[in-house]
């Protein structure tokens, strides 16, 4: 090839006047979420606000200690929240290479490969098979092209390209004998060079990506109920503190106390813990998630993700590899099928075999192509494969009006040559002049193939002597060899993978641009339900209303446009389904933003695809959907315990801080107490749950419903019950103790039993159905660990007296302080009783 072209291309100063004007060729996308902006959402969230509330009321009455520690308990929760999120949006960075490929373009009348976001308009590029299209284009120069323009159509067969005077498009993306070029697109065959007239927003794949900002955004249904919780928490925490004030302040007139002793009450109500939960939880599972190749845009996802019920999928390169693989061989009016490379075939197929190479490129980026030089090194010998000492002369190219393509090859230096023709079973048999009996047993075959969803060629040889070759395929001498059934296969593990998905309960949706016959095919394959199948056409002349209810029983969707993708998740939702959305293509891009949650491919998915999702499979892998799922049910089964425990441990800490004051006894909680209590109990023991293993029959449920709040009445009821069990337990002992001891010994007495007994209440609340004994059996180095620390950290306040000063304080002696041990004991039996009677419900 020529590396010199004055007439064409840019000068080096005239693409860096345009790169200035214009800007880089990069997709749109939204600006980047700076660490800054991350700890803004973050502080804007309601649950956060009140944290930093909470705070400022320990400064406001003095307490500088617990208003600081509040205040660097807030900060580590941001840290947290940075970091995971910071680090997923600098791995996506480094995902962008795929949409901006390297470009050999023409500059200065020279050959050179610059950077595709360098790219300018009015460059001059070459294409070559295997080359991604940096910009949007028309071709000046075109030979034996073809382009995938699956990303933008969804349909994976590729399109022939011509050259043409046209300078502006005058088609969709996806027809063929078409002389556009769009970004993004993938070059299987020929050679090209097209003029550049769109880059980065204006080309057609940029336009998808500007339509996706009109596309609001799924918040996570349970962001929306914890939200509510803490709302009405803290109105309710409000209005008790109001009422304390107002009855101790006239009972006793020491306003001043009665404030401070409102301020506890209202610390020991509001829920601070819900957003600690909320945040920790998926954070934590996110982390875990991208070990096992799951990268996490939106955090929040992971739980929406485990009450998914609803999994829209789609075909190539998700279900199946979108790598082609020779699945049947039809020849001398035999069909065999292609399992392994021991199978041994007769001579003849070894001759279909070998010519379907010869009629390929020789480093060949078509996958069909591929798959037969594959299949030749499984199945023939190094001669027959290679041929190394044929030259080839001469080549036919495919066109639209004659899907087929001739070689011609010289095999000695006598005008000896041999023709290897391929293409569509129809068009092979025009050229080979078949008879009418041949081709009515060779569509029959044709049927059969093509109702196992293979894509079909055929193969045709012949001879020709002399150097002057005719101008068209029809003046050469063909014969008929045979077929070859091609298949997409199943990526590994889908068959399982999809049964797991069912036996969750989550139903699985096909939506492919293939033909309904394909994707019956590999529908049945992947073990999905055939027996409704919905076509693009068919969902065109449905209504809203009619699809909403058409796609209840439809497992299936073939043949559909990027809009109807769009159309068919408004439908789930509609139905109140919460949809997953897995993609990797522009087209697929709408959808995923609509969905709840939206999964894109890593390896071979766009920039705009994976802006516009909440999850992206590094591994391309459906069977880590599976994963997160399980992983999602597992965070919401140990949230929902967290938040019981929550609820309950609120009870007897806020029952503690309100009885003693309208009893007319002394107080046990001042706002010191109570900051103490929630800093070494409640976040920490939230924590532990979080490292709680699966339950057994996490995967065989069903998903939530859509309105399920994560506390429903059950746990709620389970959760009040057991805290009203240690609150009176508590209260009593409490009562005991002034009778026997001083006030600050008393105070102790019940602290310390509050604080054993919030410990057994976790071990308690790390299952439903099992009993404590059981659970302590059931390994949890979190839970251990944070045991420990805890009862070190209450020993200490005890008996250390710098810190006994300050809480107020008295040491116990060893028969008290086994006493409290006591009270908590009676607490287990209670928690065990409420969970037989609970189970029998």
Known sequence: MNNSFSNLGLSTEEATKKLMKD???????KSRRTLFVIALETLREPMFLLLLIASLIYLFVGELREGLSLFVFVNLIIVIKLYQEGKTERALEALRDLSSPRALVIRDGQLIHISGRDVVRDDVILLKEGDRVPADGYLISANNLQIDESLLTGESVPVNKIASTFTKPTAAPGGDNLPFVYSGTLVVAGQGMFHVNAIGVNTEMGRIGIELQSIETEVSPLHKQTTYLVKIFAIIGLLFCILLILIDGIMHGDWLKSILLGIALLMSMIPEEFPVVLTIFPALGAWRLSSNQVLTRRISAIETLGSTSVLCVDKTGTITQNSMVVSQLWDNGFLYQVHSSNEKFPTSCNSLIEYAILASQAQASDPMEKAFHLLGKQYLNETEYSHSDWELVYEYALTPELPAMSRIWKIDNAEHY????????????????????DKQ????????????GLRILAVAKGEYFGNNFPKNQHDLTLTFIGLLGLSDPLREGISQAMHECLDAGVRVIMITGDYPLTAKAIGEQAGLSTNEILTGDELRLLSDNELKNKIQSTNICARITPNQKYRIVKALKANNQIVAMTGDGVNDAPALKSAHVSIAMGNRGTDVAREASTLVLLDDNFASIVNAIRS???????????????LAVHVPIAGIALFPILLNLPPVFYPLHIALIELIIDPTCSIAFENEPAEKNLMRRPPRKFDDPILNKKTIWSALLQGLGVFIVTLIMYVFALKIMSESEART??????IISNLMLIYSNRSSRKSIFTLLAIPNKVLFGITIATLIILFSTVYIPFFANILHFSPLSINYLLLSFGGAMVCVLWFEILKIVLRRL
Do not use: W, Y
């Not at 007495?749 to 509050?754: E, G, V």
């Open 23 to 29: 800007g880089p060729n990069t997709l749109p996308s």
């Open 418 to 437: 041999v023709i290897a023709a391929k293409g569509s079973p129809e068009a092979i048999m025009d050229l080979c002049h078949v008879s009418s009996d």
């Open 441 to 452: 047993k060779i569509s029959s075959v044709l049927k059969n193939m093509a109702e196992n």
């Open 632 to 646: 999602g049910r597992r965070i919401f089964d140990n949230m929902q315990k967290s938040m019981a425990f929550i």
């Open 749 to 754: 007495f019940a602290f310390t039993s509050l």
